[in-house]
Every structure is written in structure tokens, then in C-alpha cells.
């Protein structure tokens, strides 16, 4: 997996905006910075050709101004076992450009925090809310953890529920082992 940088990820408005929110929550006075970090999962390694020409299409949006980013990373990526919107397309567009040994591109906000020394350790729990949607997005507290992203797993076998046979009780086995979050208002309905 190959990672290049990108560009600030916030308007100065919305950083603004979300720095607030965020001393709010901790208390505290917080420095926040926010940046695109575009992950490549490749079929083979790419050339020194191929990787700037890989820079150059993840090159998009305002430029940075040499910001080397200091403090607590916070990775927001799409969780694992999906595949954004604009990975598809960033994939897409890779491959019309002859980048060929690109499997998929993906995109995360690399958020970096710095607190206060002797701040409260669970800083991320707190804050997790303020920076990503836990139903569509993860949060890895670094990089590495973005492996996850391109991980391959394989389908689970075809299984049936016996409503007609079981009834009631069958669906909410079910319900309880696949995590469908049926109500009982809809197991009524489907029984």
C-alpha cells in the first residue's frame, strides 16, 4: 500500500468551526489541522514514472503551505469492507491515465490535535463523534491501521431463515445472529 499526502481537507471556515466544537467538548484550548491522505493498493510496485504520475492526479485543491503535521492523528477513512464513491471513481480515472497496477485508490482525513500535555487519555472517545459518521466511516488512530481498508474477505456461504417452519422464533434467532436490528414491529410484519 502506497500513501501520498494531499491537500487541507477543511476550509479555514470549517476548521474554525470544528476547533471550536472541539475545545468545547475537551475543555481545553486545541490546535487542529486537517489533510486528504490518498491510500493506493497496488498489484505490483510501481515505477518512479507511475508513482509521479500518481501525484499528479491525487493533485487536486489548495496546495500545502510546507505544513509538516505535529500532534495526535485521528484517521478518518471508510469503513473497511466498502468502497467509497470516490475511490471508484479516483480508481477510474488512474486507470485512464495508464496507471494499470493500481487496484483501488482510497481517501482519508488525517486529523492531527495537539493538546495540552497531561491531557486526558481518552481524548479519542471523546471526540470520535465530532469527526466521523460511525455507520459510513472508521477511525484509526494511525496509518498503518488503513490496511484495512483493501483487505479482501471472502462471502459467507447462502443461508436460509425458516419463517414458514419456525415462525416467529426462527426470525429472531436470525435477527440476533446476523445483526439485522429488526423491530419487533417488523418481525411482525414479516412473520
Known amino acids: ?25 475537551l475543555a ?25 504520475i500518481l501525484r499528479r492526479v491525487l493533485s487536486y485543491g489548495p496546495k500545502l503551505a510546507g505544513h509538516e503535521p505535529t500532534g495526535h492523528l485521528l484517521l478518518v477513512v471508510p469503513r473497511p469492507g ?8 479516483a480508481t ?3 486507470h485512464h491515465c495508464g496507471l494499470q497496477k493500481i487496484r483501488r485508490l482510497e481517501r ?3 486529523y492531527y490535535l495537539e493538546l ?30 488503513a490496511e484495512a481498508l483493501f483487505a479482501q474477505a471472502q462471502p ?14 426462527a426470525l429472531e434467532q436470525a435477527n440476533g445472529a446476523l445483526g439485522l436490528a429488526l423491530s419487533d414491529d417488523e418481525i411482525d410484519y414479516l412473520v
Open 116 to 145: 495540552p500535555s497531561g491531557s486526558d487519555e481518552r481524548v479519542e472517545q471523546r471526540v470520535a463523534p465530532l469527526l466521523h459518521d460511525r455507520m459510513t466511516e472508521a477511525l484509526f488512530s494511525d496509518m498503518e491501521s
Open 28 to 52: 481545553t484550548a486545541v490546535g487542529l489541522y486537517a489533510e486528504f491522505v490518498h491510500f493506493a493498493d497496488l498489484d505490483e510496485p510501481l515505477t518512479a514514472r507511475e508513482q509521479e
Open 1 to 25: 500500500m502506497l500513501r501520498f499526502r494531499g491537500a487541507p481537507a477543511l476550509s479555514d471556515f470549517r476548521l474554525n468551526k470544528l476547533q471550536l466544537r472541539l475545545e468545547a467538548e
Open 82 to 89: 466498502t468502497i467509497s464513491p470516490w475511490s471508484t471513481k
Open 156 to 169: 459467507k456461504p447462502f443461508a436460509r431463515v425458516d419463517i414458514l417452519g419456525g415462525g416467529r422464533a
Open 108 to 110: 482519508g482525513i488525517a
Open 92 to 94: 477510474d480515472i488512474a
